[in-house]
């Protein structure tokens, strides 16, 4: 079974999908998309780490996390991928850091179809690792309309990479105050 763990900021997602993982059992492995950027990522990043099981695998992965899934998550049960928010934020940095901070004419098209190939290569890795996977992600379109283009592209770019997510997956939770309002299957 595959799981989207979607909600706000500090909604109690990864919390959630570490509780999830544990009620699935079995081999577990975590996959990382956050880069120490800054000193106080540095120290989110550490305060993890520690809170972590220690018997539970890590992949360090910013990019390319589908393909390190299918190479290194082979004898995982179940896989928590944390988060698809920083994974999107991660192309569209590089992409920034590779043709400046314009984010014009082509970008769009190109990041779209970057985002698109991440998240295909992570379905992929759903399908050939056969684990158990909980992906973790934000919602950032319930607010106003950003200001700007890279704000509003950066919205678009999730937000699609969500649907393709939350299309695949067989569960869908929205996580609100830190609990679960299951959202696909729509219970009956």
């Not at 699935?24 to 800054?38: H, K, L, Q, Y």
């Not at 520690?50 to 910013?62: K, N, T, V």
């Not at 393909?67 to 998550?73: P, R």
């Not at 379109?141 to 393709?164: C, V």
């Amino acid at each position: 079974m595959n799981y989207l763990l979607i909600g706000g900021a500090r909604s109690g997602k990864s919390s959630y999908a570490e509780e999830l993982a544990k009620s699935i059992g079995g081999n577990i492995v975590f996959v990382a998309t956050a880069e120490a950027g800054d000193d106080e990522m540095k120290t989110r990043i550490l305060r993890h780490q520690q809170a972590r099981p220690p018997e539970w695998g890590l992949i360090e992965a910013s990019l390319g996390v589908g393909e390190k899934i299918s190479a290194h998550g082979k004898n995982a049960d179940v896989i928590i991928l944390d988060c698809i928010t920083l994974l999107v934020n991660n192309i569209m940095c590089r992409y920034m850091l590779e043709h400046g901070d314009e984010l014009t004419g082509d970008a769009a098209d190109y990041l779209d179809a970057a985002v698109k190939k991440e998240i295909n290569d992570v379905i992929k890795a759903m399908e050939k690792t056969g684990a158990s996977f909980i992906v973790v992600t934000n919602d950032v379109g319930a607010g106003l309309i950003p200001p700007n283009a890279m704000a509003r592209i950066y919205r678009d770019l999730l937000g699609r990479a969500n649907q393709m997510l939350g299309a695949y997956v067989e569960y869908v939770y929205l996580m609100v105050a830190g609990l679960p309002m299951q959202v696909k299957p729509l219970l009956r």
